[in-house]
Structures are given as structure tokens and as C-alpha cells.
């Protein structure tokens, strides 16, 4: 599972950020949300889910 975070659409609302801090940051020069890494390791993909969930704006996508 690949996830990528649309930078046009976020907000930098951090909700991402709480729901799965090992996956995604907020960025403290642009107060964006990024992803950690490109693929979700193994055991994390529930909660990369969740986050992708609970995004506001719906900037979190899953890739193939």
C-alpha cells in the first residue's frame, strides 16, 4: 500500500499526523501534512487507512 498527501488540498489540520504519526508529518516550514515514507510498512496499514479516513479535505490518497 502506497499512500501520497495532495499538497493543493491540505489544510495542515494534523488529524492525519495523530491518527497515524508514524506515517505522516506536519511540515514546520509549510504547516502541510507529507508522508514519512512512500510505502506503508507492514502492520501500519490500518491506520494509514484511518488517517486517509479522517482527512477533512480529502488530501490523503492511496496509490497502487
Known amino acids: 500500500m502506497k ?4 499538497q493543493d488540498a ?3 489540520c494534523g488529524v492525519c499526523a495523530s491518527t497515524a504519526e508514524d506515517l ?5 516550514e509549510d504547516g502541510l501534512s507529507s508522508a514519512k515514507c ?7 496499514e490500518e491506520e494509514a487507512k ?3 479516513e ?3 479535505t480529502g488530501a490523503i490518497v492511496e496509490e497502487n
Open 3 to 6: 499512500v501520497k498527501v495532495n
Open 10 to 12: 491540505c489544510i495542515g
Open 54 to 56: 479522517s482527512c477533512p
Open 24 to 28: 505522516f508529518e506536519i511540515g514546520s
Open 50 to 52: 484511518a488517517a486517509i
Open 38 to 44: 512512500d510505502v506503508v510498512p507492514e502492520g501500519k
